[in-house]
């Protein structure tokens, strides 16, 4: 029974010497598979031990064709969400594959108590990404009773848990070399060091480009804007040593930080340079275009598709942690100086 349980997409896929999306297509009867193709495929599941629809359907190879994407309702709004612009572009990849996708919000409190997903406590889907960063307990209480999930938009240190995230590090070791090339020796990074792996990472490579170029600061440097669960705080200026440019962690702590920066007498680029990071902005949040990162959205949600697709389907993959690269986009928010 052991062995029959561990058949996988591939497998019958290369019995049949066809690919793996046809398989898993027929099995869930799904148009672009001929009938007597389809019947082929079901007959050798079935011989091969390959259970279709049967027991929890989260790991004994139930095949529904849904893909279920979990967003902490803390990072979601409709309105302005980066993670809202993620879900639509990982949504459409997923279905130029022949997935669909189910959205399911986890709030605080379900976060808190560890309660799963409902949609795999109803067998709903057959992989499942978790977008945006959860507690770390939670994903290991996710990883004892499945295993077909990935990570995207953030990492564990636990080699088993596969994910997808941006090179923060680097790009903001970029971004932050940048600036110091327009003449500017007295940086501060805006962004909770503690909320999330992003952050750490984005704070790390800003720290590299001023180590390297022998300008002095450290972690209590840090202006702070949220709190260590991800809830935006008001933002405090240094004015009694104000910096000559801002790294903020992201475009929308930059529009904010801009905004507060007005209200006490300063103008951006003029008086001060601010740089976003993401690319992604409400319409008209920030007056002045900002110097930013940009990670294309479509290579995120791809590279997403292509990870938890071959997790579910049994294809071989690299396991781990993904990065997406992206670069730096220079506008109007940093003055040479």
């Not at 079935?46 to 893909?67: A, L, P, R, V």
């Not at 290991?140 to 295993?147: D, N, P, W």
Request: aromatic residues 10%; charged residues 25%.
């Amino acid at each position: 029974m052991d062995r029959k349980k561990k058949v996988r997409l591939s497998d019958i896929a290369a019995k049949l010497k066809i690919s793996t999306v046809t398989v898993s297509k027929a099995l869930a009867d799904k148009d672009g598979v001929g009938d007597e193709l389809r019947q082929q495929i079901k007959e050798l599941a079935e011989e091969m031990g390959y259970k279709i629809k049967t027991g929890t359907g989260n790991n004994s190879g139930s095949i529904t064709g849904n893909i279920g994407i979990l967003i902490p309702k803390k990072y979601f709004s409709a309105q302005v969400s980066f993670y809202w612009h993620i879900f639509n572009n990982l949504s459409s990849e997923l279905l130029r594959r022949n997935y669909f996708s189910i959205m399911e919000l986890l709030s605080d409190e379900d976060e808190s108590n560890m309660v799963m997903p409902r949609m795999l406590q109803d067998n709903k889907v057959d992989g499942l990404v978790i977008l945006g960063e959860v507690n770390y307990k939670y994903v290991e209480k996710l990883h004892e009773e499945y295993s077909n999930f990935i990570l995207l938009d953030f990492y564990t240190n636990h080699s088993e848990y596969d994910s997808v995230s941006n090179d923060n590090y680097y790009c903001s070791y970029h971004l932050t070399n940048y600036v110091i090339s327009q003449g500017h020796k007295k940086l501060r990074f805006v962004g909770n060091f503690s909320a999330t792996t992003s952050i750490r990472d984005r704070f790390m490579g800003f720290m590299k480009a001023m180590l390297e170029n022998n300008i002095s600061t450290g972690v209590d440097k840090i202006i702070d804007d949220r709190d260590e669960k991800g809830g935006f705080i008001p933002l405090k200026l240094p004015l009694d040593d104000m910096p000559t440019a801002f790294i903020c962690n992201n475009d929308g702590t930059a529009a904010l930080l801009i905004e507060e920066l007005n209200k006490n007498g300063y103008k951006v680029p003029e008086d001060i340079s601010v740089t976003g990071f993401d690319n992604y902005i409400a319409q008209g949040a920030a007056p002045v275009q900002l110097t930013t990162v940009y990670v294309k959205p479509e290579d995120v949600a791809s590279m997403a598709s292509d990870l938890i697709i071959k997790k579910i389907t049994g294809e071989p993959y690299i396991k781990g942690r993904h990065l997406v690269s992206g670069s730096v986009l220079i506008r109007d928010s940093v003055k040479k100086i």
